[in-house]
């Protein structure tokens, strides 16, 4: 029988895993979020030291745009220096990103001076040490959108049942082609049986019936010599009447 084809040969099954691989990270990572909100609402919840926010301005535009999600890292806010880009936590509690214009001391305290790339004036407010959230290091374009979605109950939950859902789907369609594949071979391999077994017949049948006329031209070489006995025999019975009439004949002048 032919091998079926390996998983990985599957262009469905490549599907599946790529699709597993982006959904269940976000998945994941979103839930740990949530998890840290609930135990501590007063932290910005961070995965592995990073944090991820939604861009909901365009303050830092042509750097960040609305909609990007931007990951910044935590770091000691004492190493940060003038044309960074930080996340910190302003007056109102709401986290902004801007660049770093300027650090100045005041009181023995040190303190930085921010404004967005795309804002003509700074920020009124000075940024404390104790608010830096993280310096900035990369952006996703327009994820930030879709993972404050993904950050709802209802969508985690449709979220999972499309994971499980894919899986099942996956899992069924794979099975099936496993199946059909087994059943072509199978019948492929009953009508390669059945045609063996069919010349086999074929070939018993022709070496009967070559033995039957073997046999047959083995007797009709006696049955020849039989009848040529018979003949002769009817001749030698033929001639000794024909003796045995003449010589009635010369008998009756005598």
């Known amino acids: 029988m032919k091998e079926g084809k390996k998983w990985y040969q599957s262009f469905s099954n490549w599907l599946i895993i790529v699709g597993c691989v982006i959904l269940i990270p976000i998945l994941v990572i979103n839930l740990w979020i949530m998890f840290q909100s609930k135990t501590n609402s007063e932290k910005v919840p961070s995965v592995f030291g990073y944090k991820p926010f939604m861009v909901l301005s365009g303050s830092m535009e042509s750097n960040i745009h609305k909609g990007d999600l931007i990951i910044t890292k935590e770091t000691n806010p004492a190493s940060l220096k003038i044309d960074d880009i930080i996340a910190f936590k302003d007056a109102a509690g709401t986290i902004t990103t801007h660049r770093i214009i300027d650090i100045i001391e005041d009181s023995g305290e040190t303190y930085f001076i921010t404004k967005g790339d795309n804002n003509s004036t700074q920020d009124q407010n000075l940024v404390a040490l104790e608010d830096v959230e993280g310096i900035y290091v990369g952006r996703i374009p327009g994820i ?14 449709i979220l999972v049942v499309s994971i499980t859902a894919i899986f099942i789907i996956g899992f069924m369609i794979s099975n099936k082609r496993q199946q059909d594949a087994e059943r072509r071979e199978f019948m492929e391999y009953k009508l390669r049986k059945e045609l063996e077994e069919k010349e086999r017949l074929e070939n018993t049948q022709t070496k ?7 046999e047959e031209n083995k007797e009709a ?8 006995k018979t003949s002769a025999s009817k001749s030698k019975t033929a001639s000794t009447k024909s003796t ?3 010589n009635t004949k010369t008998t009756k002048k005598s």
């Open 144 to 157: 930030g959108s879709m993972m404050d979605s993904l950050a709802k109950p209802t969508t985690i939950m």
């Open 208 to 214: 009967k019936t070559k033995s039957i006329k073997a």
């Open 221 to 228: 070489p006696k049955k020849k010599t039989t009848s040529t």
């Open 244 to 246: 045995a009439v003449k």
